[in-house]
DNA sequence: AAGAAAATTAATCACCTGATTAAAATCATT
DNA sequence: AATGATTTTAATCAGGTGATTAATTTTCTT
């Protein structure tokens, strides 16, 4: 009997053609891809993307799926751990995405993109398994807190704020770019910024309301 | 001799198709749009689409550019003009674009994902004609207004920020009225919000660093 | 009303692209 | 080394897509 089934031995070239695919498809999108380009990028023959994935749909499939629930499943462990205050779940979030965003800036506009052309087909593949069921540690924190602090803010607002300050940059970072005149270094240096100005910002967002 | 000329004569027709593919392109984005989605969209036939415009990319070119000068323009308006004071510009700019985003929702991820998909030759399409040469308004007013107040904020921080405050949650619409439910309705109410919120949100953030 | 110019259409072409097939090469087991 | 299974490749197919062509309809000028 096979010691080694197919799965295992093909792991490494079945890798390889997915990691040419994630490159491919999060810089051109799906459609512009075509499934030579990713044989190309991954160095195998056209039909070894077909024989170890049925199509370039599955393909496809598979890695949204991974990007997304990479970008997903971080946010839910530091959301919901009981261990951290408010404030620190803040830092943690920002310092964590922007450390992501760094190596991977490409990864919110094809997501998003994706999203836009086809918001429901995707959004049922994260769906259910990413419904949090019970309440939110941070959202029991926030109610604490803000009544507390007699704090009227809009959470969503909030949460709005905290993404939006942490994400877009890296969204339009091209057009900044180009029309600043910044280098990637230069971009990327203030992304290390933002890390501790973007919580003090969320936190005089909150305290002018 | 002709008193219309073919230009004037078709262009109800020609602008009939240019604003079906405008819908076409910016819901699905350059690739995925099929010249037959534009004539079908617009209810004229194929070839006409070609005896218009001469290719598909061709007409894409007139589209994004009309899209991005429709973007761009309106900022050096409010940015250069020297009648308003520096608050009373990022009102009317925050104002501005929400306004124009709640109408057309779909502009910045189809913008920012062609950008994305291929920078250089998009930003030399909008390139020099909208590089001011002199020293913005705008610039002026900042540095008096941060020399008189003691602020020390990167300027560049500030415009992300604003940028982004107000036209991220666009972009990320569809995921964020999926996670909390919301209606397109609530989402357009809580964006009217945001035209007094934001302007607030980015005075605390300069007098906070 | 006639004829020319322009607009619109149906039919077609050449090429691209996702996918399949059958053969070749590699690998594992005996 | 032989045999069978698995991996990889070259060749090919069927359908789709951007574009063109030639014919038809509409519009304009006289």
Do not use: C
Not at 28 to 42: F, L, M, N, Q, V
Not at 156 to 163: A, E, G, L
Request: charged share 25%; hydrophobic share 45%.
């Amino acid at each position: 009997m096979k010691k080694t089934p197919e799965i295992e031995k093909n792991a490494s070239t079945e890798e390889q053609i997915k990691e040419a695919a994630r490159r491919v498809f999060t810089r051109k999108g799906y459609a512009a891809t075509r499934t030579r380009d990713i044989a190309e990028e991954s160095g195998f023959n056209l039909a070894l993307i077909n024989y170890y994935f049925r199509s370039k749909e599955k393909l496809f499939d598979i890695i949204i799926v991974e990007q997304l629930q990479l970008f997903i499943h971080s946010l839910m462990g530091i959301v919901n751990d009981p261990a951290t205050t408010l404030p620190e779940k803040i830092d943690l979030l920002i310092s964590h995405y922007i450390d992501m965003l760094v190596q991977n800036p490409g990864i919110p506009i094809f997501i998003l993109n994706e999203i836009n052309a086809d918001p429901e087909k995707l959004i049922e593949k994260l769906g259910v398994s990413n419904t949090i069921r019970g309440e939110l540690v941070i959202a029991r924190q926030w109610k604490e807190m803000a009544a507390a602090k007699k704090i009227t803010v809009n959470p969503i607002h909030v949460m709005m704020n905290t993404i939006s300050l942490t994400i877009f940059p890296f969204v339009g970072s091209p057009l900044i770019r180009n029309r600043t005149g910044m280098t990637l270094e230069q971009f990327n240096e203030m992304m290390q910024e933002r890390k501790k100005l973007i919580p003090k910002w969320i936190n005089a967002m909150i305290m002018t309301s």
